[in-house]
T-cell receptor
Framework: DVKVTQSSRYLVKRTGEKVFLECVQDMDHENMFWYRQDPGLGLRLIYFSYDVKMKEKGDIPEGYSVSREKKERFSLILESASTNQTSMYLC?????????????FGSGTRLTVV | DAKTTQPTSMDCAEGRAANLPCNHSTISGNEYVYWYRQIHSQGPQYIIHGLKNNETNEMASLIITEDRKSSTLILPHATLRDTAVYYCIVRPNVNQAGTALIFGKGTTLSVSS
């Protein structure tokens, strides 16, 4: 069964900590994405990547960075965690060009920053 | 700016058809209509997509109007497990920089017995 796996289901971190959220997919997908989801705001795109070592900013990249050193792994980095980054974080992947065939999402990481 | 408009919530009785509408009056000729759903505490799940013809798969049917300005997702026999938030999204069927899926707030479908 194809999968997008997020390393932690629940995570609690302190304000100011550097936080790494890991996402791994086993489908050989070229594209990977990070979203956050908050009540009343829906899913918002943070960053995405169309290839190894490539990244594109989404709608809300401030306070985040990403790393894609290998095709199967896409990491979201909170350089200095703040309480307003408490959220559900969702990773997704999809096949590359030319045809878009939908996203496969992970189960999410619920991050609490205290 | 939102490219789709969906009702905030809908109710459906178990066993009945659930018809979820979506307006996308500014859809471009190369944009497809995609539907996803998200069950509580899980990641979104792909349901179906289409360009201009009606589509059906094991999960649902998608009816797109002839002018393509609106569509309806049909769950023919809703079950309690279909209770979820349903998202209607339009985007081109190609991969280009800047064309990641953009989710709106969706429709919360509540199926009751």
């Amino acid at each position: 069964d194809v999968k997008v796996t997020q390393s932690s289901r629940y995570l609690v971190k302190r304000t100011g900590e550097k936080v790494f959220l890991e996402c791994v997919q086993d489908m050989d997908h070229e594209n990977m994405f990070w979203y956050r989801q908050d009540p009343g705001l829906g899913l918002r795109l943070i960053y995405f990547s169309y290839d190894v070592k490539m990244k594109e900013k989404g709608d809300i990249p401030e306070g985040y960075s990403v790393s894609r050193e290998k095709k199967e792994r896409f990491s979201l980095i909170l350089e200095s965690a703040s309480t307003n980054q408490t959220s559900m974080y969702l990773c997704a992947s999809s096949v590359g060009a030319p045809t878009f065939n939908g996203y496969t999402f992970g189960s999410g990481t619920r991050l609490t920053v205290v | 700016d939102a490219k789709t408009t969906q009702p905030t919530s809908m109710d459906c009785a178990e066993g009945r058809a659930a018809n979820l509408p979506c307006n996308h009056s500014t859809i471009s000729g190369n944009e497809y209509v995609y539907w996803y759903r998200q069950i509580h505490s899980q990641g979104p799940q792909y349901i179906i997509h289409g360009l201009k013809n009606n589509e059906t798969n094991e999960m649902a049917s998608l009816i797109i109007t002839e002018d393509r300005k609106s569509s309806t997702l049909i769950l023919p026999h809703a079950t309690l497990r279909d209770t979820a938030v349903y998202y209607c999204i339009v985007r081109p069927n190609v991969n280009q920089a800047g064309t990641a899926l953009i989710f709106g707030k969706g429709t919360t479908l509540s199926v009751s017995s």
